[in-house]
C-alpha cells in the first residue's frame, strides 16, 4: 500500500539555525499538509497546500514557516530561524480528490 | 469547526468488541463523519469515515445516530495492536479541508 515517506525521522538543530523537513506524498495525491503535535499536546494544522499554492495556514504557520513542492515528489517544510517552542513532531499528510488524509509517521524535531 | 466530545479514556480486553461513542450535536449537513488513530510513535492513521448511514470496512464500523448527533466507532474484536487515541473528526469530505483534531479517547486494550 503506497504512503507518506518523511525525512529525517529525527532532526537535531540549533536555536536560530534554519531547517526543512522533507516529505514524499503519495503518488498522484493533489492536497498537500503539514501538522505538528508537541509532545503530550494535540495535533495541530499548520497549512495545507494544492495547486502549487497554500489554501490555508494556521495562526502557528507565521513568517518563519514556508512550504515548497520543488518538484513533482517532494513536498518541504522549512522554519527559517528555529526557537525552542518549534520542538515536536511534524506530520506531513497528502489526499487525492475525494479521499480521507494519509499521514507520515513524522519529522521529531529538536530545538537545543 | 463543529464540535466532537469524546471520552478521554477507555478499556477492554483482548478479542473483545470495542465501542468507541462520540458526541457531535452540532453537526451540519454536509459534514462527514471521520474517525482517526493514532499508535503510538506514528502518525495519525485514516480507519473510517460516513454521513449518514453505517459504514464497514476492514477496521472498523461506523454506527451514526438518525439524527447524526452522535457515532459509534465499533472495533468487532479488539487486538492488542488496537491500543491507540482514536479521535472523531467532523469535516467536509472535498477541496483542501484541514482536520481539526481534539484530545480523542485513549484505548488501552488487555491482554
Known amino acids: 500500500e503506497p504512503e507518506v515517506t518523511q525525512t529525517p525521522s529525527h532532526q537535531v538543530t540549533q536555536m536560530g539555525q534554519e531547517v526543512i523537513l522533507r516529505c514524499v506524498p503519495i503518488?498522484?495525491?493533489?492536497?498537500f499538509y503539514w501538522y505538528r503535535q508537541i509532545l503530550g499536546q494535540k495535533v495541530e494544522f499548520l497549512v495545507s497546500f494544492y495547486n502549487n499554492e497554500i489554501s490555508e495556514k494556521s495562526e502557528i504557520f507565521d513568517d518563519q514557516f514556508s512550504v515548497e513542492r520543488p518538484d513533482g515528489s517532494n513536498f518541504t517544510l522549512k522554519i527559517r530561524s528555529t526557537k525552542l517552542e518549534d520542538s515536536a513532531m511534524y506530520f506531513c499528510?497528502?489526499?487525492?480528490?475525494?479521499?480521507?488524509?494519509?499521514f507520515g509517521d513524522g519529522t521529531r524535531l529538536s530545538i537545543l | 469547526d463543529a464540535k466532537t466530545t469524546q471520552p478521554n479514556s477507555m478499556e477492554s480486553n483482548e478479542e473483545e468488541p470495542v465501542h468507541l461513542p462520540c458526541n457531535h450535536s452540532t453537526i451540519s449537513g454536509t459534514d462527514y463523519i471521520h474517525w482517526y488513530r493514532q499508535l503510538p510513535s506514528q502518525g495519525p492513521e485514516y480507519v473510517i469515515h460516513?454521513?449518514?448511514s453505517n459504514v464497514n470496512n476492514r477496521m472498523a464500523s461506523l454506527a451514526i445516530a438518525e439524527d447524526r448527533k452522535s457515532s459509534t466507532l465499533i472495533l468487532h474484536r479488539a487486538t492488542l495492536r488496537d491500543a491507540a487515541v482514536y479521535y472523531c473528526?467532523?469535516?467536509?469530505?472535498?477541496?483542501?479541508?484541514?482536520?481539526?483534531f481534539g484530545q480523542g479517547t485513549r484505548l488501552t486494550i488487555n491482554p
Open positions: 473528526i467532523l469535516r467536509a469530505f472535498q477541496g483542501a479541508q484541514k482536520l481539526v
Open positions: 460516513g454521513l449518514t
Open positions: 503518488s498522484n495525491h493533489l492536497y
Open positions: 499528510a497528502s489526499k487525492g480528490s475525494g479521499q480521507p488524509q494519509h
